[in-house]
């Protein structure tokens, strides 16, 4: 078996393997990669010529192994004189290859040349398919541009203390920052889908994101007080209590609420009904639940009544009584922000980790003389409270500060000074409690008159009386705030994120790559057999008009007075011939032709 003989077909067999490989090292490279264009040719046009220039190699090789199948069959043993050219049909492309499909009785192997050509048919197909562009959000760091803040400490707020000159004033007065009672107020009066709107960042694109970060914030919670509710009837409430008969509901801080018996729901008949009562206070030991913050801003126990669901002709004291305590204190979130189609989205978890330093809000020096006298009188957990006193706030007061313990040992310190503390606290004493902020309660929501008139007292008690929901009224109030501390912090450290860019990247779908490998492992092992089963017999002589002319004189008489294709065919498939290279005593280069049939003459 000579070797250069099939040099052409051999080189043609590793250039197609070559443009596979090539072809497969670019999708691998550029596989989820954003699409490119160099000097205007994409990726896509460079695998369609390495597909094409594949393809080529192989169909060259096929047709021409294919080619050598007629000599080697008709070297071996008398076949019909029409499949020879049926072969050599199939040589010259896929309806060739079909009709040898169809028509060749024996030789089963040269059949595998006819299905790779018609196979090859798909590769331009399967080449579009190879290659799909894909839309995809990715983000990529942008320090310049996005940002979102955090707040380290807080101190706005406005306090004005007694000075030394003026030792006749022991009051001071305060005014939190005008955006905080913004926030407070929006807290109440918007969802919280909103409130987390306010939060101030800036992103380039409608779509970012930023790690975890933490932040100086404040909380929000709500607990049910259902089971500590006591009821009492007048005759237990003592002798200013029984000029009628009444019903009082009741929590240990003190707050009531009450209603004459038999008063309808929907029918005052000219009383007094009270449908809700609050009491607001920033003193843990005056709260049902709140008694272990160190860190509270504000409490209000609630009682509201409902209709009763099941009997709608129910009278009070048969009516629904909802007992909730609510509360907001300073804390230290954990921030997972991102922004999508340009809408704020923060999952917030508390810092439970987090503590008040005990070591924080200190008195540093005392005038005048009568905030002396009223400090030397507090208790210890007076001393710790954060709630303003128009006497005892006019003593002057470290930070209060909140530490979270971390990894590396030394906790990070979250600070408030005292004029936030203090205007704050001073802002929901004056708008979270009604005229008399010492009475319990010191709120209401109540009918009065025939023609019901609504009062109530504080104004924000019509945002209680109206949700229903108080826990997440009470978050959004704390969102609210939040907001206003990382937007007005002194310390107000931006967070750089991502920003999200729709990306066009190139998506391979490598299925559609077994047609490449199909079609090159059956040519190479078609080539293979092809040397070898034309080893000894057969002539390498392949798709040689020259050879098959120079048979022409031995063969011809076949068709002697024929002109017509269909009836050359016709006879080609009755005469079986035998192209012999080695036969008895005839030298190898003696090619012959043996007929086993008889043509009429």
């Known amino acids: 078996m000579k070797l250069r003989l099939w040099a052409v077909q051999i080189l043609a067999v590793l250039g197609a393997g070559l443009c596979l490989l090539a072809m497969t090292i670019l999708l691998v490279k550029f596989n989820h990669q954003p ?23 192989l169909l060259l090789t096929v047709e021409e192994a294919t080619s050598q199948w007629k000599w080697i069959l008709f070297a071996r043993r008398p076949r019909p004189l029409v499949d020879f050219d049926k072969i050599d049909e199939a040589s010259r492309g896929p309806l060739g290859s079909l009709t040898l499909l169809w028509r060749l009785k024996r030789g089963s192997f040269v059949r595998l040349g006819a299905v ?35 707040a380290e400490r807080y101190s706005r707020g406005n306090e004005v203390v007694p000075s030394q000159n003026d030792p006749d004033s022991s009051y001071s007065s305060l005014n939190a920052d005008f955006a905080m009672q913004s926030a407070i107020l929006y807290g109440l009066s918007q969802p919280i889908s909103n409130v987390v709107q306010q939060s101030q960042y800036t992103c380039p694109s409608s779509n970012c994101s930023w790690e975890a970060f933490d932040s100086l914030a404040v909380c ?8 500590h509710v006591e009821r009492l009837h007048s005759d237990e409430l003592g002798e200013a209590r029984r000029f009628n008969d009444v019903t009082t509901f009741q929590l240990p801080n003190g707050l009531t609420i009450d209603n004459l018996d038999n008063l309808n729901y929907t029918i005052a008949l000219g009383l007094e009904s009270v449908w809700m009562t609050t009491f607001g206070t920033s003193n843990p030991n005056d709260t049902n639940s709140f008694g272990d913050s160190d860190s509270l801003i504000w409490s209000m126990s609630i009682f509201k009544i409902h209709p009763n669901a099941s009997n709608a002709s129910a009278v009070w004291p048969d009516f629904a009584v909802e007992a909730t305590e609510c509360g907001i204190y300073y804390c230290v979130n954990s921030y997972k922000s991102s922004v999508q189609n340009a809408v704020l989205y923060e999952e917030t978890t508390r ?33 710790a409270s954060i709630a303003f006193d128009n006497i005892t706030s006019a003593a002057n007061r470290s930070d209060l500060q909140l530490l979270v313990p971390s990894s590396s040992g030394k906790p990070t310190a979250y600070n408030l000074s005292q004029s936030a503390v203090h205007s704050i606290s001073a802002y929901f004493q004056s708008t979270f409690t009604g005229k008399h902020q010492e009475i319990n309660p010191n709120g209401y929501y109540k009918q009065m008159g025939q023609v019901p008139t609504v009062l109530y007292e504080p104004s924000i008690n019509q945002a209680l009386w109206e949700t229903d929901n108080l826990t997440a009224l009470f978050e959004g109030l704390a969102v609210s705030m939040s907001n206003a501390i990382r937007s007005g912090a002194d310390i107000r450290t931006p967070q750089q994120g991502k920003t999200g860019i729709m990306i066009t990247y190139y998506e391979v779908e490598w299925p559609w790559i077994s047609l490449y490998i199909t079609l090159y492992v059956a040519s190479v092992a078609f ?62 280069d003696d090619l012959q032709v043996v007929s086993t049939a008889t043509t009429a003459t």
């Open 116 to 150: 790779i050509v018609i196979l090859a048919l798909a590769v331009d197909p399967f080449a579009q398919q190879l290659i799909q562009l894909r839309q995809e959000l990715r983000f990529v760091d942008d320090p310049n541009s996005n940002t979102l803040y955090r």
């Open 351 to 383: 810092r439970t980790s987090a503590f008040r330093n005990p070591e924080s809000w200190q008195f540093l020096y005392v005038y005048p003389n009568e905030a002396i006298s009223s400090i030397s009188d507090m208790t210890e957990a007076q001393n």
């Open 35 to 57: 699409i490119f264009s160099w000097n205007g040719v994409t990726l896509n046009a460079i695998v369609s010529v390495l597909s094409t220039a594949s393809k080529g190699c």
């Open 527 to 588: 080539l293979i057999v092809t040397m070898y089963q034309g080893r000894e017999k057969a002539p390498v002589w392949k798709g040689s008009s020259l050879a098959a002319l120079s048979f022409g004189a031995r063969v011809g008489g076949i068709f002697q007075g024929m002109v017509d294709v269909d009836e050359m065919e016709h006879e080609a498939g009755a005469e079986e011939v035998k192209l012999m290279l080695e036969y008895d005593d005839i030298p190898l």
């Open 220 to 227: 929000g919670a709500c607990n049910n007080q259902a089971s």
